[in-house]
């Protein structure tokens, strides 16, 4: 094994990765819903305001959100139909928030006046401007608009672009599949990516576990001076600052973004949908989803229209096994809890985990035992066991001071706890209040 | 110079004020809570320390041989401590607000500190000269601050602890005052002072 | 024995004189209507004034020309005995204590999820808004109680907070402190209060909550003019707090309570029950 020379970075763990599931599995579309929920809230900034009606039809494609300020982008129909509702409808964050909810008519129809384009003929701020219409945001999770991150300010040049296919979560393969399955796609959005940004430095990387992948991307990229770069199989090579480190070895500075470093990292999930947006105009309407766990009859990557309640996953999927103890949208380590199966995909849902019980530690938590796991674990550099402890005594000053701004809540240290202690949410925790705070002092 | 290097590190570490001689024990348990506030207290204690070993030292043999008045050294030394201290707090309060901000409100603590009284006392006892007075009182006071800031690093490490009910507060900073003071017996036989 | 009394006493009249020309030269002017009104504040320093610390209070009352905001810990008498030292009017205050309206512990309301994390309302109200399938019910975690400078504040076997009306100073640190609002701040003489902070509708209400209020409007048809409904959740009006208990019997789902009579369930505050009302103590 050659892994001791493969590029990673400091800290982190070696979850049990669960991807023999689906990774073999090929993805398959999904029949539409009887009603589709399109959230107006799928991106990281201000929420899209509705710009539809009860009773309108719209058609596949078609705004029903408009964005609102710069942080912001549109939500679509992700099929043709009529506009049974605009009201609060359970939000994967377990709040009631505004949604648009389409009834299909069955058609599919897009609508007629798609920007297709020619990405040798725009310029990057036509490019910026049709991503933006497009809806298109990170689609590793985090879902942070693409426009903003492709406009670094002019003080900041940036040098190198990271293409995102390491896929670090367990139980996720949405990322191996569209690598293995849409290659070209992917590539040419990369490639638009790369005249946005005008770099010359191009890096896919992609964790070591996936050497089908990697060698079908490295084939590819072939003579396009685009470098395919295997990299440690460890938990949370994916995330942004820590996979910079590993192939840059640049170290995003404490409270920077990686701009600073002049590396702008987008998802190869992002790269496909880019490539939609550009040359066929086909804005962000469906993505790649697994669906897995204990609690499903058969695990499965699917292609899922945005708006998709879960439970229509689920059935796609052969239905529930057993009853099910825990849901999560996205991955085990960073994905959000659900309360239902009633909530709909968004733009972000990497995956859909249905655990039973039994398969899943429902343990209260017990005292700290000192062992330093999580501070082993903690990719960046933390001691989450001190910022924690402080937290839980409302001394944030001090936790501040431990850099808890920092903390990329990545999950390590409560995965590497053995006492069950929450530690990522008691510095979630404490970096809400270090904001509240510095928010009153400004 | 030998001589007043032990004198120091025996006064620092072998018989340290606070956790050898135990004086000085009421300001290392009140303000210790917080290491900023602990130096502080070592910083304002430091002064005071050298310039009442200064003027006692003139007392013990200018005023107190001279006259053989020594069984008075006790009220004497408590009388000029406690005024010198009480003048130091009103001229620094005027000349410069920010050091009495960040010293002058330990100041009233130290003026009947026993730690000072015992130092002024034990200067005389050992009949040390002017020069070898002056660096033992050098030494006390490192030694005091450097107890003091341990003793408050412990204690900001203590306070994350789930120390059970019972302890909590003064209890567990008695036995880790306690702890503190075992590990510094290590030092016993360092020197000979 | 001559020379220890001269020498002595020399040595003292020379630290007096020092003394007395240092504090001649080196004298700071402090007001001293200041650190009278230092004095008198409780010294909690829990900031519910909006100044820093009581010495802050009290430097703004003797920098300003009138008392520009109330101790509320202190109440009435502090602020009268202030008003005297400054020669100001007095100021009139109503003194408040807080109320938890909610009586939805873990045996009488439902929860919406497992919760096994952070032992703070706070943190919890971020996961998914919070366990409670209530929208407005007490979470139970005991931030408010954490954060009470006075240990006014208990938390029942079952978690729930409930408030000492008898040790309460009317601050507001836990109203602040509180991430679903459901501590409120109110006279210290209505001491009746309608225990929900659910506005769902009564249907909804029942489905996860044995003790909401569930808009029925008996309270306000029994005296119209103590309580309001808005938002299918009724509340005393406090003009008319007097008036209030009439209707603590009628209520079907025992929301509303009477502190006069009991603390709500799980409670050791019961003691507290003897007479609070100013009009009793006048009398």
């Known amino acids: 094994m050659t892994t001791s020379r493969l590029k990673t ?10 991807k023999l599931w689906t990774a073999t599995s090929p993805i398959e579309n999904v029949p539409l819903p009887e009603e589709l929920i399109i959230p107006l809230s799928q991106h990281i900034g201000a929420p899209a305001d509705a710009c539809v009606d009860v009773g309108d039809q719209v058609k596949k494609g078609q705004v029903v959100g408009s964005a609102k300020g710069f942080v912001s982008v549109p939500v679509h129909a992700s099929t043709s139909g009529e506009v049974v509702a605009v009201e609060p409808r359970l939000h994967p964050s377990g709040r009631m928030l505004p949604a648009v909810v389409i009834r299909p008519d069955g058609a599919d129809a897009w609508r007629e006046d798609l920007p297709k384009g020619d990405p040798e003929l725009l310029t990057a701020d036509e490019i910026r401007d049709r991503l933006r219409d497009a809806g298109i945001v990170g689609m590793g999770g985090a879902t942070f608009p693409a426009h903003v991150k492709l406009s670094p300010p002019e003080e900041k040049p940036i040098d190198t672009l990271i293409i995102n296919g390491v896929e670090c979560e367990p139980y996720l393969t949405a990322d191996h599949r569209l690598m293995l399955e849409e290659p070209d796609r992917v590539l040419r959005g990369v490639a638009i990516l790369r005249k946005v940004l005008s770099v010359d430095t191009v890096c896919i990387g992609i964790e070591a576990n996936k050497p089908d992948a990697i060698a079908l991307m490295t084939e590819k990229c072939a003579g396009s001076g685009v470098e395919v770069i295997p990299l440690e199989v460890k938990y949370p090579q994916g995330a942004e600052k820590q996979l910079i480190l590993a192939i840059t070895g640049r170290e995003v500075p404490s409270g920077g973004l990686p701009m600073e470093v002049g590396v702008v990292v987008q998802n190869v999930g992002t790269a496909a949908a880019v490539a939609d947006a550009i040359i066929d105009g086909m804005p962000l309407i469906e993505r790649i989803c697994t669906v897995t766990g204990s609690g499903v009859v058969a695990q499965k990557n699917l292609r899922i229209r945005v708006g998709t309640p879960l439970q229509h996953l689920v059935d796609q999927c052969g239905g529930l096994n057993g009853e099910p103890a825990k849901l999560i949208m ?77 903390c990329i809540e990545c999950g390590c240290c409560s995965y590497s706890c053995p006492s069950f202690i929450p530690l990522v949410q008691s510095l979630r925790h404490a970096k809400g209040a270090i904001l509240e705070k510095r928010r009153k002092m400004s | 110079m030998a001589e007043l290097l032990l004198i120091l590190i025996s006064a ?96 009233p603590l130290i003026t009947t500190n026993c730690a000072v009284l015992g130092l002024a006392v034990l200067n005389i006892q050992k009949e040390y000269s002017f020069l070898e007075g002056i660096v033992f009182a050098l030494g006390a006071a490192i030694g005091f601050t450097l107890a003091m800031i341990l003793f408050a690093g412990l204690r900001e490490r203590v306070d994350l602890c789930p120390v059970p009910k019972s302890f909590r507060g003064t209890a567990i900073a008695l036995v880790t005052a306690g702890l503190l003071s075992l590990a510094f017996m290590g030092f016993a036989g360092l020197v000979k002072g | 024995m001559l020379a220890a009394i001269i020498s002595l006493g ?47 209070y009290a430097k703004m009352v003797v920098g ?33 204590v807080a109320v938890v309206i909610c009586q939805g512990d873990n045996r009488k309301a439902k929860d919406k ?84 902070n659910s506005h769902d509708k009564g249907a909804l209400v029942r489905k996860y909550c044995e003790i909401g209020c569930i808009a029925c409007q008996i309270c306000k048809k029994q005296v119209p003019e103590a309580y309001e409904i808005e938002n299918f959740l009724a509340t005393v009006v406090y003009e008319h707090y007097d008036k209030a208990p009439a209707a603590v019997e009628k209520c079907p789902t025992k929301c509303i309570r009477d502190f006069m009579i009991s603390y709500p369930e799980g409670s050791s505050f019961a003691e507290a029950t003897v007479p609070l009302r100013k009009k009793d103590e006048a009398a």
């Open chain 3, 113 to 196: 999820y497992r919760y096994l994390g952070l032992a703070d309302c706070q943190a919890a109200q971020k996961v998914a808004d919070g366990p409670k399938q209530c929208p407005g019910g007490c979470l139970g975690l005991g931030t408010c109680a954490r954060v009470c400078p006075f240990g006014a504040i208990e938390m029942t076997a079952d978690n729930l907070a409930v408030i000492s009306r008898k040790k309460c100073t009317g601050c507001g640190k836990c109203v602040a402190s509180c991430p679903r609002k459901v501590i409120r701040m109110a006279p210290l003489d209505a001491t009746t209060h309608v225990l929900c």
């Open chain 1, 330 to 406: 996205g991955g085990p380590m960073m994905g959000m809890a659900q309360l239902s199966l009633d909530v709909p995909a968004t733009r972000g849902t990497s995956g859909l985990l249905i655990f039973r019980e039994g398969d899943v530690p429902l343990v209260e938590e017990g005292p700290c035992i000192r062992c330093a796991r999580c501070v082993r674990a903690c990719p960046a550099n933390l001691l989450p066991t001190t910022i924690a402890a402080y937290t839980r005594l409302d001394m944030f000053d001090e936790a501040e001071g431990y850099n808890a701004m920092d």
């Open chain 2, 12 to 107: 620092i570490f072998v018989n340290n004020f606070v956790l050898a001689r135990f004086l000085g024990i009421c300001p290392f348990l009140g303000v210790s809570k917080k290491v900023e506030t602990a130096l502080g207290m070592g910083m304002a204690v430091t002064f005071v320390m050298t310039v009442a070993t200064v003027v006692t030292w003139f007392i013990q043999y200018f005023v107190l041989i001279p006259f053989g008045i020594e069984y008075l050294q006790t009220i004497a030394f408590i009388l000029v401590i406690a005024s010198l201290v009480q003048l130091v707090e009103m001229v620094i309060q005027k000349t410069s607000p920010v050091l009495y901000q960040s010293l002058g409100i330990f100041l």
């Open chain 3, 10 to 56: 020399a040595i003292g009249l020379f630290a007096a004189l020092a003394l007395g020309l240092a504090a001649k030269k080196f004298a700071v002017e402090v007001d001293p209507r200041e650190l009278a009104i230092l004095e008198l504040l409780p010294g909690a320093n829990c900031g519910a004034c909006g100044y820093p610390g009581c010495s802050g």
């Open chain 3, 64 to 96: 300003g020309d009138k008392i520009a905001a109330t101790c509320p810990p202190g109440g009435s008498s502090v602020m009268d005995k202030i008003a005297n030292i400054m020669g100001f009017a007095p100021i009139t205050t109503e003194p408040k």
């Open chain 1, 9 to 18: 970075f400091p800290g982190g763990l070696h979850p049990a990765d669960n």
